[in-house]
Nanobody, 121 residues
Framework: QVQLVESGGGLVQPGESLRLSCAASGSIFSINTMAWYRQAPGKQRELGATITANGITTYADSVKGRFAISRDNAKNTVYLQMNSLKPEDTAVYYC???????????????WGQGTQVTVSS
């Protein structure tokens, strides 16, 4: 079994920064793509940023230039540095990972439980 646990959410004012972390644990053989999604109240979940195992990143237009995704493969952890936060960044942020468990021959998708980020003055 594989678990993803996010941390680092909270309440900040517009223009401030937050750093989210997501640690994967369990019977892990390999992790491919990791990503951060977010879901605002009344809206569909949307992709924010992705990072491959060798560090190639992509960003949604809404966060490009303000957010930075990174990962530590030795710790099975992905990070999201969020700068210049805006009220419209308010959402529950979810971690995602493509994981191959030990003894398996394919990658499966896993999600974290989500962490709330609120940007308000």
């Amino acid at each position: 079994q594989v678990q993803l646990v996010e941390s680092g959410g909270g309440l900040v004012q517009p223009g401030e920064s937050l750093r989210l972390s997501c640690a994967a644990s369990g019977s892990i053989f390999s992790i491919n793509t990791m990503a951060w999604y977010r879901q605002a109240p009344g809206k569909q979940r949307e992709l924010g940023a992705t990072i491959t195992a060798n560090g190639i990143t992509t960003y949604a237009d809404s966060v490009k230039g303000r957010f930075a995704i990174s990962r530590d493969n030795a710790k099975n952890t992905v990070y999201l540095q969020m700068n210049s936060l805006k009220p419209e960044d308010t959402a529950v942020y979810y971690c995602y990972a493509d994981v191959m468990s030990r003894g398996r021959a394919a990658y499966f998708a896993y999600w974290g439980q989500g962490t709330q980020v609120t940007v308000s003055s």
